[in-house]
């Protein structure tokens, strides 16, 4: 069965620096999502990605977000200067089209320290 | 802006004992709803989703959950937990057309106890 597939599984870096969340969705798929789930809280949407271009973000996606599909597979999210309260499970999430089931997967633990 | 309200955020059942978990959402419009869950270190696998049609939705593991239009709710039911049903299960609302991403409810643990 086909899978969304994240790397790297858990993260640590010091607090100012810069991550590259990894994540190469479901072949076929158009749709491509983040989101991310602080310890003991809901699961919030960062961004959504479309034809190479962001459809949709929310608030907590600020200027130190980015996003980037550099390639035919791969889907990253960059964090440019990472604080402590960015620490969270990032879950990448794709579907085929824009009202059909998100297939996510399995995490990033992105600790910052 | 839509949102959704869990309103059992720890439930605790004994196997075979039967489950309904709550599901509010607000939004104007026509929505599609889901219902995800996570078991313990894993990723969020869908357990069910309504889109139109018969608002009584079946999913896998033996899920069910009905969608009261009147009411903005999309319970979550199951005649008969087991074990193995312990995780996390979330609530997840989209506006239906366009490209609006999911919103998540906040999550009900549930435990069963064998």
């Known amino acids: 069965e086909p899978e969304v597939t994240q790397t790297p599984s858990h993260q640590v870096t010091q607090m100012g620096q810069e991550v590259i969340l990894r994540c190469v969705p479901i072949?076929?798929?158009?749709?491509f999502y983040w989101y991310r789930q602080i310890l003991g809280q809901k699961v919030e949407f960062l961004v959504s990605f479309y034809n190479n271009e962001i459809s949709e973000k929310s608030e907590i996606f600020d200027d130190q977000f980015s996003v980037e599909r550099p390639d035919g597979s791969n889907f990253t999210l960059k964090i440019r200067s990472t604080k402590l309260e960015d620490s969270a499970m990032y879950f990448c999430a794709s579907s085929d089209g824009p009202n059909t089931e998100a297939f996510f997967g399995q995490g990033t633990r992105l600790t910052v320290v | 802006a839509q949102s959704v309200s869990q309103h059992n955020h720890h439930v605790i059942l004994s196997e075979a004992a039967s489950l309904e978990l709550g599901c509010n959402y607000s939004y104007g419009g026509t929505v599609n709803l889901f219902w995800y869950v996570q078991y313990p270190g894993q990723h969020l696998q869908l357990l069910l989703k309504y889109f139109s049609g018969d608002p009584l939705v079946k999913g896998i593991k033996g899920f069910e959950a009905e969608f009261i239009k009147s009411k903005f709710s999309f319970n979550l039911r199951k005649p008969s937990v087991q074990w193995s049903d312990t995780a996390e299960y979330f609530c997840a609302v989209k506006p239906s057309g366009g490209r609006r991403a999911l919103t998540f409810g906040s999550g009900t643990r549930l435990q069963v106890q064998p």
């Open positions: 072949s076929n798929h158009l749709y």
